[in-house]
């Protein structure tokens, strides 16, 4: 069998996330996916140059768009020579894209590739007239969410935490645009130069003048519009590649993806529908050997900040490590000063298949930055399930 290969990060490039029905209303999933992946191709040179593979997704897709990995390949300037694939894991899915590419470059099927993915909450392929459909996406919204309220109750997640969470989120990515962090992640496009869901100015006193979005006549509810992500578009891309391609064309690596694992629970039956990361994250704390805190950065999707929440919390949890994750003591804490260090989702906004790929792009830079280090990176996904991978420089 053939010797794993390192599987080099080489950088990432992202449109600004913005708000639904604003700055890209009016485009697609393909749209914005060509300026993600065009906006790569030019940085690093790649015009014309064949790879390995584009693997590119999304979640709300129209039928038209029979496979989004190739029509993108075909306007990107890549030579129309590249293979291009389509993948959807809901949340999951650039994170999906990047370590479908990455095992492919580790077991020497090709020596560089493209991931990423992008979604549109403007363009949904619902097929009835618009009031309908308006209707239709808050019904499916507030069962979902709703699902996701009861898990901020079992695990007692209060609505101060949360907005807490929120507010260190939109702190911290103010503060890493203002610095100058993603000047070469993201790329200003129709106008926008910075996603339009950050609110540099927002405080705890306004987070708490918000009403409960769902729950609203038990006065329990704790999610809000402001500590919940809110409908978003967007795409990003990250270019891998192994390291003598790399070499050759003269790029640097910024750090490697190392390790990955996927989880799914039984939230049908009762468990919490976003509590897969704790298994999947336990399962690859296993198989490297690893603790929960032998890392420098930790980027958990904050899909919601009850999520995240729960989840540091099972971790922390005797009783649900030994009886869910079969461990014999709990993974324990985490630093918080290193969760989500330049903000996360509840800033960004979460373009369903594109935030995968954006926390790639991230975690490397981060650890470039750096000098060294390891990051680990979670993901919950609809469907109860989670997607987790280790980045290492």
């Known amino acids: 069998m053939t010797q794993a290969r390192r599987v080099a990060i080489l950088g990432g490039s992202r449109i600004p996330f913005c708000r639904n029905n604003t700055a890209y209303f009016d485009l697609g999933n393909v749209g914005m996916s060509i ?3 065009g906006s790569l191709v030019e940085k690093f040179k790649l015009s014309g140059v064949q790879l390995g593979e584009v693997a590119l997704g999304a979640v709300l897709k129209h039928s038209s768009d029979w496979n989004i990995g190739r029509e993108v390949t075909l306007s990107s300037g890549l030579s129309p020579l590249t293979p291009g694939i389509t993948m959807q894991r809901a949340c ?5 894209t990047s370590i479908h590419i990455g095992n492919k470059i580790a077991l ?5 590739g493209i991931a990423g993915g992008s979604d549109t909450t403007s363009d949904v392929p619902i097929v009835v007239g618009d009031k309908l459909r308006r209707r239709l996406l808050n019904i499916n919204r507030a069962k979902t969410l709703g699902q996701r309220l ?8 209060t609505r101060e935490s949360q907005d807490q969470l929120a507010f260190e989120s939109h702190r911290k ?3 890493a645009y203002e610095r100058g962090f993603f000047k070469d992640l993201v790329v200003p496009f129709r106008g ?6 950050l609110r540099a100015d927002t405080t705890i006193e306004k987070l708490a003048t918000l009403k409960p979005a769902f729950d609203r006549s038990s006065g329990k509810g704790t999610l809000t519009a402001g500590n ?6 967007g795409a990003s891309a990250v270019l891998l590649g192994s390291e003598a391609w790399a070499q050759e064309r003269g790029l640097k690596p910024l750090a490697y993806l190392t390790h990955s694992r996927a989880a799914a629970v039984d939230f049908v039956a009762g468990e919490g529908l976003l509590m897969a990361p704790t298994i999947a994250v336990a399962d690859l704390l296993k198989a490297t050997g690893l603790s929960l805190q032998d890392f420098d950065f930790y980027e958990i999707h904050e899909a919601f900040a009850a999520q995240v929440l729960c989840t540091l919390k099972a971790w922390e949890s005797a009783d649900y490590c030994s009886k869910r994750l079969g461990l014999a003591k709990p993974l324990g804490a985490i630093d918080p000063t290193k969760l989500n260090v330049v903000g996360s989702s509840l800033a960004f906004g979460h373009p369903f298949a594109a935030t995968g790929a954006r926390i ?3 975690a490397a830079k981060l650890l470039d930055e750096k000098g060294g280090g390891r990051a680990l990176i979670s993901v919950c996904t609809a469907g109860g399930m989670g997607v987790v991978a280790i980045v290492e420089r």
């Open 192 to 197: 926008v130069e910075r996603d339009n869901i």
């Open 360 to 362: 790639i792009a991230t």
């Open 150 to 157: 009861m898990m901020a109750k079992e695990w007692g997640i």
């Open 108 to 112: 020497g099927q090709i020596e560089a």
């Open 92 to 96: 999951g899915t650039s994170l999906d």
């Open 35 to 37: 300026k993600a992946v």
């Open 173 to 175: 990515a103010a503060a």
């Open 228 to 233: 919940s992500t809110p409908l978003t578009d």
